[in-house]
């Protein structure tokens, strides 16, 4: 499976950004997406996670009340909307997946697990 993630840029305290996750697979139905982001010399941080149905989602607690994640069978793309954005939101955001049990394990994703797509950047100042 393969995932691209879009949307990012910049934008200014308290705005808002919408990143897309675009996944090519004939069985979208079948991933649980998560949503990474990491910042220069931190580690990574995981946001989201929604199940393979939609039916659940998990929030960092860093981001819950101002993300909300989302997912569009038709168009096999999980997004993630970002409000009230802070100047600590700046990192590179990724999705990724490992099968339709991903958001079980999230965020503790070991190294070289899932597939991942390439980031997109988000950057947060005035």
């Known amino acids: 499976v393969q995932l691209q993630a879009s949307g990012g840029g910049l934008v200014e305290p308290g705005g808002s950004l919408m990143l897309s996750c675009t996944v090519s697979?004939?069985?979208?139905?079948?991933?649980?997406i998560g949503w990474f982001r990491q910042a220069p010399g931190k580690e990574r941080e995981g946001v989201s996670c929604?199940?393979?149905?939609?039916?659940?989602?998990i929030y960092a607690d860093s981001v819950k009340g101002r993300f909300a994640i989302s997912r569009d069978r038709d168009k096999n793309t999980v997004f993630l909307q970002m409000n009230s954005l802070k100047p600590e939101d700046t990192a590179v955001y990724y999705c990724?997946?490992?099968?339709?049990?991903?958001?079980?394990?999230?965020?503790?994703?070991?190294?070289?697990?899932?597939?991942w797509g390439k980031g997109t950047q988000v950057t947060v100042s005035s």
């Open positions: 990724a997946t490992d099968g339709p049990f991903f958001c079980s394990i999230f965020p503790n994703v070991r190294n070289g697990m899932g597939s």
């Open positions: 697979t004939f069985n979208f139905d079948n991933y649980g």
């Open positions: 929604i199940s393979s149905s939609g039916a659940s989602t």
